[in-house]
């Protein structure tokens, strides 16, 4: 059994004796330094001065940008107006050209028929009042035409060749309405329309009345790549029937 006496004396020893410092103990902490009130306030009013700069400077930059905003803005609605200005006088001047390009396929439609008439109706009677005809309005065809080196099958197929070479201009032009969506207006048959018609007169007939029943000109609608009508590109020019006569 422990002697007390002992544990106490060892103790006590323990207690009296310096404990060695450690080595983060072993310099002596600075002395903290003294807090200073007038100097603590003149640099809130700096901080508070620096921050009122970085505002204005923040709110100047913020003018500016929306200025630059509204510049560009401006300068985008003008542009978007040119563009349109642009866009209609494309259309105008395209819907143009393709009304020259159906007066054209109105003449070849035109020659097209007289030259399917005429080779209907190449009898060797006709056939020589038109050779005759040619030879006095084409002097340059004089010779070719006359009686003594041309005969008539000859001149119908001169006529013939003639009539095929108008036959596929036409073609040529109608694909290239087709191209961009111009197709004609169905109106012989059908019921007077005011929005795509215009009625160059009336006529008695066994048609029903208010029916196209002869088509003078004829008209032509316009659509867009997908198919939706733009428009009313010529109007079908049109007789329409009165009824049966009395």
Excluded: C
Aim: glycine letters at 4%.
């Amino acid at each position: 059994m422990l002697d007390r006496q002992v544990l106490f004396d060892k103790f006590l020893e323990f207690l009296q004796t310096t404990p060695a410092s450690l080595d983060y103990l072993a310099d002596a902490p600075e002395a903290p330094q003294s807090f200073d009130p007038y100097q603590f306030v003149g640099e809130w009013i700096a901080l508070r001065q620096e921050m009122k700069q970085q505002g204005k400077l923040l709110q100047t930059a913020q003018q500016q940008l929306q200025q630059e905003l509204e510049a560009a803005r401006s300068q985008n609605q003008q542009l978007q107006q040119h563009l349109e200005g642009l866009s209609k006088s494309f259309n105008a001047d395209q819907e143009r050209l393709f009304k020259d390009l159906l007066n054209i396929v109105d003449a070849l439609d035109r020659a097209s028929d007289h030259w399917q008439e005429q080779a209907s109706n190449s009898s060797k009677s006709t056939v020589r009042s038109l050779r005759e005809k040619a030879a006095q309005s084409l002097t340059f065809l004089s010779q070719k035409l006359s009686p003594s080196q041309s005969n008539d099958a000859e001149l119908i197929e001169m006529i013939n060749s003639d009539r095929q070479g108008i036959e596929l201009i036409r073609r040529s032009f109608l694909d290239l309405l087709k191209q961009h969506q111009i197709v004609p207006i169905l109106a012989l048959g059908q019921a007077f329309d005011p929005a795509y018609m215009y009625a160059l007169g009336q006529q008695p007939s066994e048609a029903l009345p208010n029916t196209v029943i002869r088509e003078v000109v004829r008209g032509y609608r316009w659509h867009d790549a997908s198919g939706t009508q733009v428009g009313v590109l010529r109007e079908a020019q049109v007789i329409v029937s009165t009824g049966k006569p009395e």
